[in-house]
C-alpha cells in the first residue's frame, strides 16, 4: 500500500527527499494528536500521512510552513522603523518643566545643598 501511494504523491512533492520529510513532519503531527483527514484503515501514522499528501487533503506547502515554523528557535518580529521608535521612545519620557539657574539656585540654597558661588562665599 504504502508504494501506491509514494507513487500517487510524487506529482503533488518535487521530489522523493521533499516527500520524506513532508510525510514524516505529518506522520510526528499525527502521532501528537492533529486530526487525520482521511479514515485510518489500519494504516501507520507514516501511511496515513502519505495518503493525505496523496488525496490533496493536506497540502505540502501547509506542512512546509509548520515544518519551518516548528524548527525556528526564534520568532521573526517586526521591528519599528527609526522616526516611530524615537517617537515611542520620547513618549515614554515624563516631561520636566523648564527651570531657571536663578529658581534652581534658589531651591537648592532652601534645601541647604546650594554648592558655594563667588557670591556665596
Known amino acids: 500500500m504504502a508504494r501506491v501511494t509514494v507513487e500517487d504523491c510524487i506529482d503533488k512533492v518535487d521530489n522523493r527527499f521533499d516527500l520524506v520529510l513532508l510525510a514524516a513532519h505529518r506522520a510526528r503531527l499525527i502521532a501528537a494528536g492533529a486530526p487525520m483527514t482521511v479514515d485510518r484503515d489500519n494504516d501507520k501514522n507514516p501511511v496515513v500521512a502519505l495518503r493525505e499528501l496523496a488525496e490533496d487533503k493536506v497540502t505540502s ?33 515624563p516631561e520636566h518643566d523648564t527651570v531657571s539657574e536663578d529658581d534652581l539656585l534658589k531651591a537648592l540654597q532652601q534645601s541647604g545643598m546650594a554648592p558655594l558661588s563667588p557670591s556665596n562665599k
Open 61 to 93: 506547502d501547509e506542512i512546509k510552513e509548520d515544518l519551518v515554523t516548528s524548527l525556528q528557535s526564534q520568532l521573526d518580529m517586526d521591528e519599528p522603523d527609526e522616526a516611530e521608535g524615537l517617537a515611542a521612545e520620547k513618549a515614554d519620557l
